[in-house]
């Protein structure tokens, strides 16, 4: 599977999020999440701009990590 569930575990672990707990912040249950961290399913555009907002909702700096880690080359290549 891709890119996201690799960046959005790394981002989880670096700042201690658990998967419940951004699971309780987009309103999803804890296994929509367990799926994309562990790659078995990846999140459409739109739940990923939702990841982005519920990550800034509990932790800033754990959203801007996902933001570098999912989309890292798209935001170097515009620097």
């Not at 939702?50 to 754990?62: F, N, R, S």
Request: net charge negative; charged share 30%; hydrophobic share 40%.
């Amino acid at each position: 599977m891709g890119k996201a569930g690799e960046a959005l575990r790394q981002a989880l672990e670096t700042y201690g999020i658990s998967q419940n707990k951004l699971a309780v912040a987009l309103g999803l249950e804890r296994g929509s999440v367990y799926r994309w961290v562990h790659e078995i399913r990846d999140p459409t555009a739109e739940t990923v701009r939702d990841i982005v907002k519920a990550l800034q909702g509990i932790e800033p700096a754990a959203a801007e990590k996902f933001v570098e880690l999912y989309l890292g080359d798209l935001i170097k290549d515009e620097d």
